[in-house]
């Protein structure tokens, strides 16, 4: 069965500071990988996606992630953070043979300090 | 606007009573999806349809049930069976292909009187 940890529950980064969320997933074959945000009380919003080809995607609000098959994992980056970027981020893995399910990771909350 | 409507908000629960949590789409979308979260947790399936008139239970699908009557609607009751139905639970959709990403509604709070 597919899985997906993010090591780190809470990170707390200076407005201005580069952000990185780190993402390791466990699947045999090549997965579907995304990156969604969640703001308090609110639901997911797709940040990006990775099917194949080139391993280095962009998304939105100024967000990319790599996905690194030696590795099985799948960060994501943002080379300057605003104070909006303050929410909770999400890794899921979907995989072929489980038709469109996702399986998400636990999250983890990014604080933003001025 | 195309997209996902949760109702209502906030909701509810006596002791011994069902809900039903509304979800509801206009984007087209075949699957539909609905997940619980829990404070610090990520987003476990309950129930998915991937198709009308068809679902199948996900990882704790113990003490809810779901109907897929029209593509547009996808229903997710709580019953009495569910002993901590305290969470915030997600309603989401798919175009239904392999590698396609869920688009969610805003969410259902669910607390215990």
């Known amino acids: 069965a597919q899985s997906v940890t993010q090591p780190d529950i809470h990170i707390t980064v200076s407005e201005g500071a580069s952000l990185e969320l780190r993402c390791n997933y466990s699947y045999g074959a090549t997965p579907y990988l995304f990156w969604y945000v969640q703001s308090p009380g609110q639901g997911l919003q797709l940040l990006l996606k990775y099917f194949s080809g080139d391993t280095l995607v962009q998304g939105i609000k100024g967000f990319e992630a790599e996905f690194k098959r030696s590795q099985s994992s799948f960060n994501?980056?943002?080379?300057?953070?605003?104070?909006?970027?303050a929410a909770e981020y999400f890794c899921a893995v979907g995989a072929k043979s489980a038709g469109n399910?996702?399986?998400?990771?636990?999250?983890?909350?990014?604080?933003?300090?001025? | 606007d195309g997209g996902i409507t949760q109702s209502p908000k906030y909701l509810f629960r006596k002791e011994g009573q069902n809900v039903t949590l509304s979800c509801e789409q206009n984007l087209n979308h075949d699957a539909m999806y609905w997940y619980r979260q829990d404070p610090g947790q990520g987003l476990r399936l309950i129930y998915y349809s991937q198709i009308v008139n068809d679902f199948q239970k996900g990882d704790i699908a113990e003490g809810y049930s779901v109907s897929r009557e029209k593509k547009e609607s996808f229903p997710l009751t709580v019953t009495s069976a569910q002993k901590?139905?305290?969470?915030?639970?997600?309603?989401?959709?798919?175009?239904?292909?392999?590698?396609?990403?869920?688009?969610?509604?805003?969410?259902?709070?669910?607390?215990?009187?």
Do not use: M
């Not at chain 1, 399986?103 to 300090?113: H, I, S, Y």
């Not at chain 2, 305290?86 to 309603?91: H, K, P, V």
């Open chain 1, 101 to 114: 399910k996702l399986t998400f990771g636990g999250g983890t909350r990014v604080l933003v300090k001025p």
């Open chain 1, 76 to 85: 994501l980056r943002k080379p300057s953070v605003h104070w909006s970027d």
């Open chain 2, 84 to 113: 901590n139905p305290t969470a915030f639970y997600l309603c989401a959709s798919s175009i239904g292909t392999e590698n396609q990403p869920q688009h969610f509604g805003d969410g259902t709070r669910l607390s215990i009187l």
